[in-house]
């Protein structure tokens, strides 16, 4: 957990050195000092998380400091710390605001360390119910959530219904970047255990030697450095669903202790007997085909048809039509409402362009593209230009985009041409077709020489 960064703007060096040596003795504070309201404005950009605010400082009086702060950003709390007693001036600032008003005096250390943490406290609520609703509210409707109406998207909709009318386990295949994590959230936010936990793993982002303790938590003293007990991911998603991404990268022996919890609807922590009973959703996703691992040896037949329940096999991109323009829209507006910016278009010669385009990286590749379009364009519309294609497939790049054989031949010639500096006989000799063919092209527009 990242450190609570306070900032304290005192302009009596003694009364500051006594906040800040007090402060301080909480190790998760990050804690800085001001004299002035100039230099705590100038380090603004740092993003505290609270700022304890002097009345009467030299060269700004604390409530026009406050008004500032939350110019900067309405949501970071402000205690304003003073030696008036005047009761009007307090709630004055209350009123406007100020998270607390602390009259200077013997006890204001203590009273602030107690402001701290029940401004901690409420911060962590907010939180927690900002993201449940998030969770709850955008994911309540997964036609919402999951953007398009391509035929291709449209049997994953029907899936979708099907999985949610019981608990079966679901697993879902598709390329990287098609939406497996999504597919699996609305599964759980629209089923009945959408009250309950949502817990992800992704099964390659752990070390072998750590995943089975992660997955079924562990006793304390089980292992050096096992202080006290822990909880497993199947535990915390108890009631609800688990998610488990990337299942092909288990190891068999690991595989076997899973297949063992799945059918037991059990798990032990490492190092412990107690069994601690389990109901538990199980969603897997893998982009890789487990059938033919199964063949492989390398995942385990008999765990296979245990995880594979109802099968979602998620379409690339490039299969879903004029879907490719409604996650694009999408992904600018929510580009243009994050950085606050105007909502932007997308040219004629944009979205053909989109369309024309293979998207090897799918639905993650399309966001990263039309976030730097936004970056790069120099109006309300994105234009072709703004676009930029970054293709990990160098050998295959003329397969990236969407065009005919004889586009492609065309393309094929052009290329070689350049390459030989326009040299038609060695283009004909290098490619193995005739030079009357290449005329011809030229001829008719097909190839235009540089």
């Given at each position: ?13 003694w ?104 401004i ?48 079966i ?10 939406g ?54 199947f ?64 995942f ?62 799918n ?62 006989i ?14 011809k ?6 190839i235009?020489?540089?």
């Amino acid at each position: 957990m990242s450190q609570f960064k306070i900032f304290i703007v005192e302009d009596d060096p003694w009364y500051g050195q006594i906040l800040h040596y007090h402060m301080s003795l909480n190790p998760d504070y990050e804690v800085f000092l001001f004299p002035t309201a100039k230099d705590c404005l100038a380090r603004m950009q740092e993003k505290p998380d609270l700022v304890t605010v002097d009345f009467s400082l030299p060269d700004m009086t604390g409530d026009k400091l406050f008004l500032k702060i939350k110019d900067f950003n309405p949501g970071i709390p402000v205690v304003v710390i003073s030696s008036q007693e005047d009761i009007s001036v307090a709630v004055n600032l209350l009123k406007a605001g100020v998270s607390d008003y602390l009259v200077k005096d013997e006890a204001t250390k203590d009273l602030l360390w107690n402001s701290v943490i029940k401004i901690r406290e409420n911060q962590s609520l907010k939180k927690e119910v900002e993201t449940l609703k998030e969770e709850l509210g955008q994911k309540f409707s997964f036609e919402k959530t999951i953007l398009g109406n391509s035929p291709a998207l449209k049997k994953i909709f029907s899936l979708i219904e099907k999985s949610i009318r019981t608990n079966i386990n679901v697993s879902i295949t598709g390329e990287t970047g098609t939406g497996k994590e999504v597919v699996a959230k609305a599964i759980h936010y629209n089923s009945d255990r959408k009250k309950k936990n949502f817990i992800a793993v992704n099964m390659a982002a752990i070390p072998k030697d750590l995943i089975e303790s992660e997955l079924f938590g562990y006793e304390k003293g089980a292992f050096t450095g096992a202080i006290s007990r822990k909880t497993g991911k199947f535990e915390e998603a108890n009631g609800g669903t688990i998610f488990l991404d990337e299942i092909a990268e288990m190891d068999l022996n690991l595989q076997s202790k899973l297949l063992r919890v799945l059918q037991e609807r059990e798990v032990n922590r490492v190092g412990g007997n107690e069994s601690v009973k389990l109901d538990v959703r199980v969603i897997t996703a893998t982009h890789k085909n487990l059938s033919e691992e199964v063949r492989n040896g390398t995942f385990r037949e008999d765990l296979f048809f245990r995880i594979m329940g109802l099968p979602i096999e998620l379409p690339p991109l490039r299969e879903r039509g004029s879907d490719v323009l409604i996650l694009a829209k999408h992904f600018m507006g929510e580009f243009a409402k994050s950085n606050k910016i105007t909502q932007l278009s997308l040219s004629a010669d944009a979205k053909e362009k989109l369309m024309n385009y293979h998207f090897p990286g799918n639905i993650r590749e399309l966001k990263a593209v039309m976030d730097l379009a936004a970056v790069m364009a120099d109006s309300n519309e994105i234009t072709a230009g703004d676009i930029t294609f970054f293709s990990l497939q160098k050998e295959n790049s003329f397969l990236m985009e969407k065009k005919t054989l004889r586009q492609h031949i065309c393309d094929i010639v052009n290329h070689n041409l350049q390459k030989y500096n326009g040299d038609v006989i060695e283009t004909a000799r290098i490619l193995d077709i005739g030079k009357s063919t290449i005329y011809k092209m030229i001829k008719e527009g097909e190839i235009v020489l540089k």
